[in-house]
């Protein structure tokens, strides 16, 4: 499901890709000129070995430079996670892992660790040029260029992500954990959970947002996530309420589960959406009759009476049976 083999992929392939890329750019528009250097990203810095093989980690210049970690000893945290997978030798980490997001390195490091010399990604434009130079797929499900989360200055991949010091417990190199992060810009939604006594518990390594919306782009919706089948995402975890049953409650016209639930928490038992359940279901089956979308309750429904007001002790299968076209079993 995951783009794992994808994504590693991808990263060889920026390996392989970018100095040739670079190297193509460099000569063809632009004149190398010393600031240039410290403000690119690294797909447009010069490479520093464009004749060694595109898979050699490091050309014998670079080995003979002092690590990064020498003197950055704090990013050798950096081992242990993703973006270096297979290329960290007992914690040690090689300058081209670095150097993948930071650019070429080497006038940094023989001017002494000048700061003016060297690539820092922030930004909307760090997380355009860096983080898609290997994150844009063009076969993952979702997109990083649009959506509500696409990169823009208030929202992109830095703002949720950080590659150096990740929340600790939080997986994914997540900035916070899930429900603290997006707390900060969805306060109400978060809030709506806490505070809601009937709400799905999140954070607590269960559920999180992101069991309903993609953090990332959804071409074409509000983030929300879709099962395989392509249906509203409480479908994952609650299929038995999908069908099809033999007798649907008021098949299509009745609308999904959010006519009835509240998604981010509810005052109300049951996570409903109205304070009774006989209020929710007059509201389409009204007694006094004529306009609403469902039928009028017979006769016998006296609903001054506390029996007859809770609908459901009756109509126990209310999301559909295989049995009963009253949806009484
Ligand atoms: C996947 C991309 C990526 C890789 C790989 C990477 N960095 Fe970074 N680095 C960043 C980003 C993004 C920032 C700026 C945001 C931040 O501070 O987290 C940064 C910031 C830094 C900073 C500045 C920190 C500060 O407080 O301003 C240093 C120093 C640094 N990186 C060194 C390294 C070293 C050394 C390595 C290799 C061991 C490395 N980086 C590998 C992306 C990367
Ligand atoms: C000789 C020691 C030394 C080595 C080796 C070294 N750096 Fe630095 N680096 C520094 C110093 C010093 C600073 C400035 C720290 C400051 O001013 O806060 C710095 C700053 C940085 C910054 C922050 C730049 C900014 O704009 O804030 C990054 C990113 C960085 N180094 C990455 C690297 C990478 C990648 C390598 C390996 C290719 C590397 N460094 C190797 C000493 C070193
Ligand atoms: C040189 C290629 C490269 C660059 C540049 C890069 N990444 Fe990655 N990243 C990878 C690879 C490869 C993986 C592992 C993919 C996988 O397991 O699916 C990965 C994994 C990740 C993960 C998932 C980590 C996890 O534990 O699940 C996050 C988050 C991430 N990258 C964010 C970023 C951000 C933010 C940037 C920009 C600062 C960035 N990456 C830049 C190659 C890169
Ligand atoms: C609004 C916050 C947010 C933004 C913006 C964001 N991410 Fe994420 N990202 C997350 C969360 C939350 C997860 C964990 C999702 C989960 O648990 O299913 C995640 C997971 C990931 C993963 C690992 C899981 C996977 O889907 O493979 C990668 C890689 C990743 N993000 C890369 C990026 C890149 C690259 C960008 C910028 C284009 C970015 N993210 C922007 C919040 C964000
Ligand atoms: C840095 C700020 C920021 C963070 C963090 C953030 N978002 Fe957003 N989010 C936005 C912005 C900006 C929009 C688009 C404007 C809007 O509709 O509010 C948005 C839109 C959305 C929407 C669509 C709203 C709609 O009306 O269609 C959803 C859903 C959403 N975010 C969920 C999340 C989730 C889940 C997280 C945590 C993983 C998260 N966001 C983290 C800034 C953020
Ligand atoms: C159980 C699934 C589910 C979870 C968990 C969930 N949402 Fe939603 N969210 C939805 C649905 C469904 C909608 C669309 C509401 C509608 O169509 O009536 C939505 C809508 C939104 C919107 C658009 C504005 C609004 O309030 O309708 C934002 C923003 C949002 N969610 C953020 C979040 C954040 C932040 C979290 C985590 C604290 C979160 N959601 C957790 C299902 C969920
Ligand atoms: C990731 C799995 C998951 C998703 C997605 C999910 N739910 Fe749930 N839902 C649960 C679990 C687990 C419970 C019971 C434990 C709890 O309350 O957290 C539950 C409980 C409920 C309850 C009953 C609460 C009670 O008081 O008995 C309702 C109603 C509900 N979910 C509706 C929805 C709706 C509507 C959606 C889509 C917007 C949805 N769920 C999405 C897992 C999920
Ligand atoms: C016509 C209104 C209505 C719709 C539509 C609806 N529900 Fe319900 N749902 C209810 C009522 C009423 C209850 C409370 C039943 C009771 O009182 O025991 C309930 C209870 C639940 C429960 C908790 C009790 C149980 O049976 O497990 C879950 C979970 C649930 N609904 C999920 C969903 C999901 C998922 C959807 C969308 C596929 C959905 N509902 C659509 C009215 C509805
Ligand atoms: C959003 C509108 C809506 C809500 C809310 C709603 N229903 Fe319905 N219901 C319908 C529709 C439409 C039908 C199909 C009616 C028809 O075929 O004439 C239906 C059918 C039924 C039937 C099957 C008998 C029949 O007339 O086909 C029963 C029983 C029923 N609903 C009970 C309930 C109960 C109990 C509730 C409250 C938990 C409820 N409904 C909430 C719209 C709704
Ligand atoms: C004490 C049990 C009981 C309670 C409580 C109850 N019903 Fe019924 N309801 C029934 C029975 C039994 C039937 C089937 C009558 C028949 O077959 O003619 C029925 C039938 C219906 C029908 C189908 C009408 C048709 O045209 O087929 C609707 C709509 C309905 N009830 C709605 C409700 C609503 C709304 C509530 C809550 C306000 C409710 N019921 C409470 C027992 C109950």
């Known amino acids: 499901m995951r783009h794992h083999w994808s994504g590693r992929m991808a990263f060889m392939l920026c390996l ?6 670079a190297l193509a750019q460099q000569t063809t528009t632009q004149p190398p000129a010393p600031e240039q250097t410290t403000t ?16 050699a980690p490091a050309s014998a210049e670079s080995t003979a430079l002092p690590a990064c970690t020498d003197c950055h000893d704090a990013m050798k945290a950096i081992a242990s996670t993703a973006h270096a997978h297979g290329m960290a030798k007992k914690g040690e980490v090689p300058n081209t892992v670095c150097e993948s997001c930071h650019g070429d390195g080497k006038a940094h490091i023989e001017g002494g660790g000048d700061k003016e010399k060297i690539y820092k990604p922030v930004g909307v434009a760090g997380a355009n040029k860096t983080c898609m130079l290997c994150h844009d797929i063009a076969t993952d499900r979702i997109s990083r260029h649009a959506g509500v989360h696409a990169n823009s200055p208030a929202v992109n991949c830095l703002t949720c992500h950080s590659i150096h010091t ?19 810009c969805h306060m109400t939604q978060v809030a709506s959970f806490r505070n809601k006594p009937y709400a799905h518990r999140l954070g607590r390594g269960g ?5 309903c919306h993609e953090p990332h782009g959804l071409p074409g919706r509000d983030n929300l996530r879709t099962t395989r089948a392509g249906e509203i995402p409480c479908l994952t975890c609650h299929a038995d309420k999908r069908g099809p049953f033999v007798f649907q409650h008021g098949s299509f016209a009745i609308g999904d589960c959010m006519t009835c639930h509240e998604p981010h928490g509810s005052s109300n038992p049951k996570q409903l959406k109205r304070a009774t359940v006989a209020q929710l279901c007059i509201e389409c089956h009204s007694p006094i009759g004529g306009t609403t979308l469902g039928s009028q309750p017979p006769a016998f429904h006296n609903l001054n009476s506390p029996q007859y007001r809770n609908c459901t002790t009756c109509h126990v299968a209310v999301h559909g049976s295989n049995r009963d076209p009253q949806l009484l079993k």
């Open 166 to 184: 990740p929340e600790a417990h939080a997986p994914h190199l997540l900035a916070k954990k899930q429900l603290a992060l997006c707390d900060s």
């Open 40 to 55: 690119q990203a690294p797909a447009q810095t010069p490479p520093q070995a464009t004749t060694a093989p595109a898979t």
């Open 207 to 211: 559920m999180e947002c992101s069991s």
């Open 16 to 21: 392989a890709l970018s100095p040739g890329l």
